[in-house]
């Protein structure tokens, strides 16, 4: 059964967004792991379920003292692109140990960044 109008511009969109979240993502990563971060992807990018509606979620390795600095990058790099920061001194061994079992970093969503050229 083809797809009707509406989820072919519903899965174009979800396209584009995925392509842009990937390109801002990557981009986020690089410049975390330049400045001395070690960051992850974690939630609906980690687990390929992105939709239309997604944000971007950041593991982020740092302690309380850098938070800030973490985070300015994440926002200098995703811009408008809504996302969550989730540094790693706010979570305990086993959510964080729950939280790497999904996440993933660069390679993995490298893919999806080179959709949007």
């Known amino acids: 059964m083809a797809a009707s109008r509406i989820e072919s511009l519903m899965k174009e969109r ?4 995925l392509a842009l979240a990937s390109t801002r993502a990557l981009a986020a990563l690089t410049s975390l792991e330049k400045a001395g971060f070690s960051a992850w ?3 609906s990018l980690a687990r390929d379920t992105f939709s239309v509606h997604s944000d971007v979620d ?3 390795d740092c302690s309380p003292e850098t938070e800030s600095i973490a985070f300015r990058i994440l926002e200098s790099e995703m811009r408008d692109f809504p996302f ?4 790693s001194s ?3 061994e086993m ?3 729950m939280m790497m ?8 969503i490298r893919a999806y960044a080179y959709q949007a050229h």
Not at 14 to 17: A, F, M, W
Not at 101 to 108: L, M, P, Q, R, T
């Open 84 to 87: 969550h920061f989730i540094p």
């Open 90 to 92: 706010d979570l305990d």
């Open 41 to 43: 992807i974690v939630g």
């Open 101 to 108: 079992k999904e996440a993933v970093g660069a390679s993995s």
């Open 95 to 97: 959510k964080k140990a």
């Open 58 to 60: 950041f593991l982020v």
């Open 14 to 17: 979800r396209d584009e967004r």
